[in-house]
């Protein structure tokens, strides 16, 4: 009776190596991650607007308006308008319309989308200062006025970081946003191509 007991003891303890060894091993599987175009299109949708780079400015705008007849300024129809105001452009890609090609074997995607774009063009209406206001007899100062100069003021603020270089930055910093994004994603290799 004794040795059919430590027969069974032995055998016990020799399930629960076999058994403990299995568990850590985590028994005995692989686990494969797959990821496909469609998982990653998924994921840069939940993004859908990537703003990437962003200028704030402030700008002053000296408005001199009279009426004339011809080359003869009517008297008394001169009025001057210096406005002071802050606001803030935007430029960044939208990922809603990106075309994404996986190849999982080489841990590879490629990723191709529009340049970037003006997203937000934004006047901080608590930083609009009126320096000056000079209405005239028959010419008077309106708010409309005053709106009208701000929107067209703003555009050429855009027009300007334009020139500069302002969207060319933005790509830049789309493909290095993207590229860490995808990265940790597990991509090895990874290819942007902004059109």
């Not at 859908?48 to 009279?66: P, R």
């Not at 935007?90 to 809603?96: D, I, P, Y």
């Not at 994603?185 to 990874?190: A, R, T």
């Amino acid at each position: 009776m004794k040795k059919w007991v430590k027969e069974i003891k032995v055998i016990s303890l020799i399930t629960v190596i076999i058994a403990a060894t299995w568990i850590l091993a985590g028994f005995g599987t692989t686990h494969e991650k797959v990821v496909s175009s469609t998982n990653v299109a998924n994921e840069l949708k939940r993004i859908s607007e990537l703003a990437t780079y962003k200028n704030t400015y402030t700008d002053v705008i000296f408005v001199k308006d009279s009426k004339k007849i011809k080359d003869f300024t009517i008297p008394f129809t001169t009025k001057t308008l210096v406005i002071k105001y802050s606001g803030y452009v935007k430029a960044g890609v939208n990922l809603e319309d990106a075309e994404i090609d996986v190849n999982n074997k080489e841990k590879k995607v490629d990723v191709k989308l529009k340049k970037a774009k003006i997203l937000d063009n934004v006047i901080d209406t608590n930083n609009v200062n009126i320096l000056d206001e000079r209405s005239a007899l028959f010419n008077k100062v309106n708010g409309q006025e005053i709106f009208n100069e701000l929107n067209k003021n703003k555009g050429q603020v855009v027009e300007s970081l334009i020139k500069d270089g302002f969207l060319d930055k933005a790509n830049e910093n789309t493909k290095i946003l993207l590229e860490g994004i995808l990265k940790s994603m597990g991509f090895e290799k990874v290819n942007i191509q902004l059109i």
